[in-house]
């Protein structure tokens, strides 16, 4: 069935009553996120106008607009849903009372673009100042193929030839409007450095066929100027707002995001809860926290199979207790495998586990993370993900892992399954979980024996115990069979290897992994630790992790 691809076009007028961080805050991570998560929609930008003390003087400040493609989506579920009432969040309703919101939708006639054009949503970090010139064209209802014809045969062909032009497109109010009157819409996308004004914008604008076409066929004309102000992403990212004492928290409905800002909780640190779903259909959760700055270098933590994100907890009190690291963004996330929702990749691999890292680094646009660290299974994720992904990776640092699954790893860990279903428990949802008997079997094994009566070895008992059980069977394919040695030569990534100094025979394998790692890397053992040292020894984790930071700058 013919689709009709168009746009999705929003002017945004916010009242004084309406903080700008509330207003940041619900655009970027509330609303706009719950629209980019819809499959016919391609991207999604945020402009300030630049004209308002000119042309624009009066009309509102702020644009949005979402390519989507087919505009016919956007009078059906589940589009029209996230426009009721009942969808939406108190904060999003006592919000949008406060905004003078113009919405309106149209259909593409025509586009042409430089050779040398780049979607903005494909450039990362965010892209230098795009300028944006909208003009709303009203037109004769007998003329409406004339100014079509010129728009494709002459004007497009003459702007192309202005420095700095991107790309031009026309649009016409789209057919599931219903509106009484047809209008163009012609938007057209420059660089930050330009040549409007200039000679070649002059000769497109001084033609005979452009005198024709705005004396005897468009019958009114707005133009407007816009600069790009935020590109917007399926994954809520912006923690600017969220230092502000105006902010405002949020929690959806489904209880699957969450903003923190600082003023609203025990925490000086601001923070996003939210969530991605894979291209299989996994739905990995994640939390990003720390430095507002939207292009602030990026921590990525990776989790051991059976745990959470909450394992990383005493690491980051100790890491952020030097101010110098208050600088860093940290992401950390529950790993596939936590939770049933797990998608449909089979079997899971090491491959699917780093590609899980890449779509959330994709989803958050960050071009580059400045360190991904993991431990166990999450070590060898994030080792794999350096070796396979060197240009997204600046540096690693793979915990209590292995570069090659053991022989025995088939057999241990299905028999670790067989103790989990043999429990049958269930989590106070009915979902069935791993339960007691194999939480306290693995910890055991995790914690030195000094540790095994403390309050974390109690904590990451109760963590283990209410993994999904399904994920966990799922999950645990990864340990299966890997085998990253040989890659490992030929790694250029700066890396580091950590181990609890009481970590069974880790310590001797990973030293010899030091040994191959990229022609010889530093390997770091964590006194008085096993198999979790960001756990049993936080503050001497923390300075192992501070000091290799420190090393690549």
């Known amino acids: 069935m013919a689709t009709t691809p168009g746009l999705l076009y929003v002017t945004m007028a916010p009242h004084s009553s309406l903080s700008p961080a509330q207003f940041d805050d619900w655009w970027n991570n509330e609303h706009a996120p719950l629209r980019l ?10 402009y300030r106008a630049s004209d308002l003390d000119g042309s624009g003087k009066g009309l509102p400040e702020w644009l949005a607009i979402y390519d989507v493609t087919d505009t016919t989506e956007l009078v059906k ?26 919405r309106l939708i149209y259909d593409l006639v025509a586009s042409q673009q430089a050779p040398s054009f780049t979607p903005l949503e494909a450039i990362t970090p965010e892209p230098a100042e795009n300028v944006l010139i909208v003009l709303r064209l009203s037109v004769r209802p007998d003329k409406r ?6 728009y494709t045969d002459e004007h497009i062909p003459l702007l192309a030839k202005i420095p700095g032009w991107r790309r031009t497109r026309l649009f016409r109010t789209s057919v599931v409007e219903s509106a009484p009157e047809v209008e163009y819409l012609a938007v057209h996308d420059y660089s930050s450095t330009n040549g409007l004004g200039g000679p070649e914008w002059k000769a497109s604008v001084s033609t005979p066929w452009y005198e024709s076409i705005m004396s005897s066929v468009v019958t009114h004309v707005v133009r407007r100027t816009y600069t790009l102000h935020y590109v917007f992403s399926p994954a809520p990212r912006d923690l600017a707002p969220l230092a502000s004492a105006s902010a405002v928290p949020l929690t959806s ?22 969530y991605i779903t894979t291209p299989d259909g996994a739905q990995l959760s994640y ?12 921590i990525l933590l990776s989790n051991s199979i059976l745990v959470e ?10 890491f952020r207790s030097n101010p110098i690291h208050h600088k860093y963004r940290i992401l950390s996330y529950h790993t596939r495998g936590r939770t049933s929702h797990i998608g449909s990749a089979c079997p899971i691999t090491l491959s699917v586990l780093s590609a899980d890292i890449i779509h959330l680094l994709d989803a958050l646009r960050v071009p580059r993370a400045a360190a991904l660290i993991g431990v166990s299974l999450g070590g060898a994720t994030v080792l794999n993900t350096a070796l396979h992904y060197p240009a997204r990776v600046a540096a690693f640092i793979a915990c209590d892992t292995n570069a090659v699954a053991p022989a025995s790893n088939r057999g241990n860990w299905s028999e670790r399954i067989a103790v989990a279903e043999s429990e049958a428990a269930v989590s106070v949802t009915g979902e069935a979980i791993v339960g007691s008997q194999l939480a306290e079997m693995t910890v055991k094994r995790w914690f030195v024996p000094k540790n095994h009566s403390g309050a974390e070895f109690e904590r990451i008992n109760q963590v283990v115990g209410a993994n999904s059980l399904e994920g966990f069977r799922r999950s645990v394919e990864a340990l299966f069979e890997y085998d990253v040695r040989e890659e490992m030569k030929d790694c250029r990534v700066r890396g580091l290897l950590v181990v609890g100094g009481e970590d069974g025979v880790l310590p001797k394998t990973m030293a010899e992994m030091a040994k191959v790692l990229g022609g010889g890397a530093a390997l770091k053992v964590v006194p008085g630790a096993g198999h979790l040292p960001m756990v049993e020894e936080p503050e001497e984790f923390a300075r192992v992790v501070g000091d290799f930071l420190a090393e690549g700058e």
């Open 37 to 46: 998560r819809l499959p016919f929609f391609t991207n999604g930008f945020r």
């Open 77 to 102: 579920e589940p589009y029209t849903t996230l426009r009721t009432d009942r969808v939406k969040t108190q904060r999003e309703k006592d919000t949008m009372k406060q905004i003078t919101v113009g």
């Open 145 to 150: 193929q004339e100014l079509q014809s010129w």
């Open 253 to 274: 409905l489904d209880a699957l995001t969450s903003t923190h800002p600082v003023a609203a909780s025990s925490s000086s640190i601001p923070s996003i809860k939210s």
């Open 287 to 298: 939390t990003l926290s720390g430095c507002t700055h939207a292009d602030a270098p990026l």
């Open 309 to 318: 994100p909450s394992i990383w907890a005493g690491f980051l009190a100790a």
